[in-house]
């Protein structure tokens, strides 16, 4: 059985560095950095300030600052993001609030 994700809840703000190598859920607040080596969510509930560095993201909530993923990084239909995304993966959702640019390092064939 895999681990239960650590969560940190809606009547919790951090302000300041948040690394680790467990998945987080966050429901509360944070203002900061955020680097962790495992996946991320930000529920509909998470207000989110900080730079993000991650394998993978998924946001429910609503995220300000830079997003890198190693992986993947998926905006669902409630989510609401204001940030520059550099990740292999990038998924929005109809719905999706987004602003500002996204980075996909991929090759491209030959002749485009």
Do not use: W, Y
């Amino acid at each position: 059985m895999a681990d239960a994700p650590c969560v940190i809840g809606r009547g919790i703000t951090i302000k300041g560095n948040l690394s680790g190598a467990e998945q987080l859920v966050i429901e509360g607040a944070v203002e900061g950095h955020i680097s962790l080596k495992n996946h991320l969510t930000i529920k509909e509930t998470g207000r989110i300030t900080a730079d993000i560095t991650t394998h993978s993201l998924m946001v429910h909530g609503q995220v300000s600052g830079n997003i890198e993923a190693n992986d993947l990084v998926s905006l669902s239909s409630e989510a609401s993001v204001v940030a520059d995304i550099k990740a292999p993966r990038v998924v929005l959702e109809d719905g999706a609030r987004f602003k500002g640019r996204i980075e996909m390092d991929v090759e491209l064939p030959p002749g485009v």
